[in-house]
């Protein structure tokens, strides 16, 4: 299970570049009854690319917890890019947490498939009926200037394709318009091999 721990700003979207995008008129006053409209469109189409391309956008805390892990000689991280692991710790039945050494694991880094990968021969698993909690800080950029130019134009594409139609309800053709498709396309990871 992967949760948000923190959320982006408000201050750190970009209300003035998505108004500009739509070309919004401006000179109405600073406390535009729009801005919480369009702060939620832009929300609904990060999170609709995160979940397309498994990458966080702007950078923030998650925690992760699983029931162990999957090969313990390199985990997979179910988001990417990660810049650190803030923590593992390994909680007992009863909820007691113990927090590992971070000396005793390390974190490879890779824009697709980050993995936690131990000093050793094997990470640190959890007692039986115990669970693994990760800590980890994701994302591209802590600021919008800092995410790549194409990401950047897909968000404010999707945002306005989904202000446009707002009031529509019947699902349209692939639900994600094609340029936004194109544009985050190199973020996604590509999948090789046959179907069982």
Same mark, same amino acid.
């Given at each position: 299970?992967?949760?948000?721990?923190?959320?982006?700003?408000?201050?750190?979207?970009?209300?003035?570049?998505?108004?500009?995008?739509?070309?919004?008129?401006?000179?109405?006053?600073? %406390?535009?009854? %729009?801005?919480?409209?369009?702060?939620?469109?832009?929300?609904? $189409?990060?999170?609709?690319?995160?979940?397309?391309?498994?990458?966080?956008?702007?950078?923030?805390?998650?925690?992760?917890?699983?029931?162990?892990?999957?090969?313990?000689?390199?985990?997979?991280?179910?988001?990417?890019?990660?810049?650190?692991?803030?923590?593992?710790?390994?909680?007992?039945?009863?909820?007691?947490?113990?927090?590992?050494? &971070?000396?005793?694991?390390?974190?490879?880094?890779?824009?697709?498939?980050?993995?936690?990968?131990?000093?050793?021969?094997?990470? &640190? @698993?959890?007692?039986?009926? @115990?669970?693994?909690?990760?800590?980890?800080?994701?994302?591209?950029?802590?600021?919008?200037?800092?995410?790549?130019?194409?990401? %950047? %134009?897909a968000v404010l594409m999707?945002? $306005?394709?989904?202000?446009?139609?707002?009031?529509?309800?019947?699902?349209?053709? @692939?639900?994600?318009?094609?340029?936004?498709?194109?544009?985050?396309?190199?973020?996604?990871?590509?999948?090789?091999?046959?179907?069982?």
């Amino acid at each position: 299970m992967l949760i948000e721990e923190t959320s982006v700003p408000d201050a750190a979207l970009p209300v003035e570049a998505f108004k500009a995008h739509m070309r919004m008129g401006s000179g109405f006053g600073t %406390q535009d009854v %729009q801005h919480e409209v369009l702060r939620g469109f832009l929300r609904a $189409a990060m999170a609709a690319i995160e979940a397309r391309t498994g990458k966080a956008l702007m950078r923030r805390t998650f925690r992760w917890t699983l029931a162990g892990w999957s090969d313990a000689t390199a985990q997979s991280i179910p988001v990417a890019p990660v810049g650190e692991i803030a923590q593992l710790a390994l909680i007992s039945r009863t909820g007691m947490a113990t927090v590992v050494d &971070p000396a005793v694991y390390w974190l490879e880094r890779d824009g697709h498939s980050p993995r936690i990968r131990p000093t050793g021969t094997a990470l &640190p @698993g959890p007692e039986k009926g @115990g669970e693994l909690r990760v800590q980890l800080v994701a994302g591209f950029a802590s600021d919008w200037a800092g995410l790549p130019g194409d990401l %950047q %134009q897909a968000v404010l594409m999707l945002a $306005a394709h989904f202000y446009e139609y707002r009031h529509d309800t019947a699902l349209s053709d @692939g639900c994600m318009p094609f340029g936004v498709t194109s544009l985050i396309e190199r973020f996604r990871m590509m999948r090789l091999g046959a179907k069982p």
